[in-house]
């Protein structure tokens, strides 16, 4: 039988931005990357809006108070772009 709690392996460690696109590093050593297109929030925001980012849903999510914006490494593992406004 399978689970669909994540797995504490899958928590976020680090989040780092290059000019395109988002990596988050997880606690088990994998790196998930992102192009910033995806989130147009964050695309639009300035690097200390970026840079401020809290882990948020027990290490399951990534949360910048600044933009409002929310990421889960779930949705980030199955390659899911923001919703279109």
Do not use: C
């Not at 997880?26 to 925001?45: F, K, N």
């Not at 889960?72 to 279109?84: C, E, I, N």
């Amino acid at each position: 039988m399978t689970s669909s709690v994540p797995s504490t392996a899958s928590r976020v460690q680090n989040v780092r931005f290059t000019e395109r696109a988002i990596i988050v590093y997880l606690e088990d050593g994998r790196a998930i990357s992102a192009p910033l297109d995806w989130y147009p929030r964050l695309r639009e925001a300035t690097k200390q809006q970026r840079d401020h980012w809290e882990i948020a849903g027990a290490g399951y999510g990534i949360h910048w108070p600044e933009i409002d914006e929310d990421l889960s490494v779930d949705g980030l593992l199955r390659g899911t772009p923001a919703p279109k406004l």
